[in-house]
């Protein structure tokens, strides 16, 4: 069965710099995706980057970026120039279509709080 | 531009009443889910559909049940409620198009049981 870990459930980040969070995952396919999703006050889950195993080229959207290591089951986010709006928690998550099912499996989640 | 709404946005129960959650998607998707989060433990899998008129176990089913008689509708039911499922429960969709997996969510619903 598919698991995911992420082992920091608080971090705390000034606003304009970087913080990384980490997810690692266990999983024996080969081919699969991975998410990160923000969950902000509204408890709305909203989706910040998708990462397809087949393809060895990190993942970015704007100043978000994933550090993805196959071998090593990472997938660790990088928040640059971190804002006030990026106060959230953040959750990993593992999907795989096998047939004709597919789950989304979720890490425990990390709240971050980006301080003025 | 509903997406995924589900209603009620919050409830309170007393141990041994019934209720059902429900989830309508508007974005024609074929698998939709319930999830349920706790503190710590990020959102856990109750059951899964991926199609009109079929229903999954997930990783947490007991103590409730589901059906999906309608392809946008996604029915969660508690038949003898109990303190253990006072929860937030999120309702997604997805769909087999693209395959990315990607889920669209509802805000979900906050459910206490006294």
């Known amino acids: 069965a598919q698991t995911v870990t992420q082992s920091q459930p608080e971090m705390s980040v000034q606003e304009a710099e970087t913080v990384t969070l980490s997810c690692t995952y266990d999983t024996s396919e080969n081919n699969y995706y991975l998410f990160w999703y923000k969950q902000p006050p509204s408890r709305q889950m909203i989706l910040v980057i998708r990462?397809?195993?087949?393809?060895?080229q990190n993942a970015t959207e704007n100043r978000f970026s994933v550090n993805f290591q196959k071998a090593a089951k990472s997938f660790s986010l990088k928040i640059s120039d971190s804002q006030l709006g990026d106060t959230a928690m953040y959750f990993c998550?593992?999907?795989?279509?096998?047939?004709?099912?597919?789950?989304?499996?979720f890490g425990q989640g990390t709240t971050l709080q980006v301080k003025p | 531009n509903a997406g995924v709404t589900q209603t009620p946005k919050f409830r309170v129960l007393k141990t041994g009443q019934s209720m059902t959650l429900l989830c309508a998607q508007d974005?024609?998707?074929?698998?939709m889910y319930w999830y349920r989060q706790d503190p710590g433990m990020g959102l856990r899998l109750i059951h899964y559909s991926v199609g009109e008129g079929t229903t999954a176990k997930g990783e947490v089913p007991d103590g409730y049940n589901v059906s999906r008689l309608k392809k946008q509708n996604f029915l969660l039911g508690l038949e003898s409620a109990a303190p253990s499922q006072t929860s937030v429960y999120f309702c997604a969709s997805s769909t087999l198009a693209g395959g990315t997996g990607e889920l669209f969510f509802g805000e979900g619903s906050r459910l206490t049981v006294l």
């Open positions: 998550a593992f999907f795989r279509y096998s047939g004709n099912t597919g789950k989304l499996i």
């Open positions: 990462q397809e195993a087949y393809k060895q």
């Open positions: 974005m024609n998707h074929e698998y």
